[in-house]
């Protein structure tokens, strides 16, 4: 037992001792720094990916803010548009399809007007052909009537329409 005494209190087996407890503790020491340093980088990588997030939703947002300026910038100058710019002329756009509509069923009644002189009327035609030709006649003058006059109310602006368009324009 004096041995191992001798041997545990010499300088020798102090020293690897120490040597061993001085490995160990600068091993953990090395563990520690790796670890702070992953953390470290963990933490930059966290910080750099929400930095990124932040700026994509930034320019998502610019994006969106810059279509609506657009869409708000085309939608008062359509406005502009359907403006007149003086009284006369918004009464001339107005009437330019009814003078129109008016003169081409003028030309229609000269034209009927012309061949019935020419060919001698409905009396030069078999009965069975007269009806063919009025048939023809009606049809034809009852569907481009409805398309004219549908047209024409179709292409007219709503004053409500146009209040309402104001309404929701006003920022």
């Known amino acids: 037992m004096s041995f191992i005494l001798d041997i545990?209190?010499?300088?020798?087996?102090?020293t690897v001792l120490g040597g061993v407890f001085g490995w160990l503790g600068k091993r953990e020491e090395r563990e520690n720094l790796k670890?702070?340093?992953?953390?470290?980088?963990s933490m930059l990588q966290a910080k750099s990916d929400a930095a990124t997030k932040?700026?994509?939703?930034?320019?998502?947002?610019?994006?969106i803010a810059g279509t609506l300026a657009v869409e708000r910038v085309e939608a008062e100058a359509f406005q502009e548009s359907q403006k007149a710019s003086?009284?006369?002329?918004?009464?001339?756009?107005?009437?330019?399809?009814?003078?129109?509509?008016g003169l081409l069923m003028y030309q229609t009644y000269l034209i009927i007007q012309?061949?019935?002189?020419?060919?001698?009327?409905?009396?030069?035609?078999?009965?069975?052909?007269?009806?063919?030709l009025y048939r023809i006649i009606v049809l034809s003058v009852t569907g481009l009537t409805a398309t004219a006059v549908g047209w024409y109310f179709?292409?007219?602006?709503?004053?409500?329409?146009?209040?309402l368009l104001s309404m929701n324009t006003t920022p």
Do not use: Y
Request: hydrophobic share 40%.
């Open 8 to 14: 545990l209190g010499s300088a020798g087996f102090g």
């Open 35 to 41: 670890l702070q340093f992953e953390h470290q980088v």
């Open 54 to 63: 932040v700026a994509q939703l930034t320019m998502d947002q610019a994006k």
């Open 86 to 101: 003086s009284p006369i002329s918004e009464v001339i756009k107005s009437m330019v399809r009814p003078i129109v509509l």
């Open 114 to 132: 012309t061949l019935e002189t020419l060919t001698g009327g409905l009396q030069g035609l078999e009965s069975s052909e007269v009806l063919s």
């Open 154 to 163: 179709a292409q007219r602006t709503s004053k409500q329409f146009d209040k």
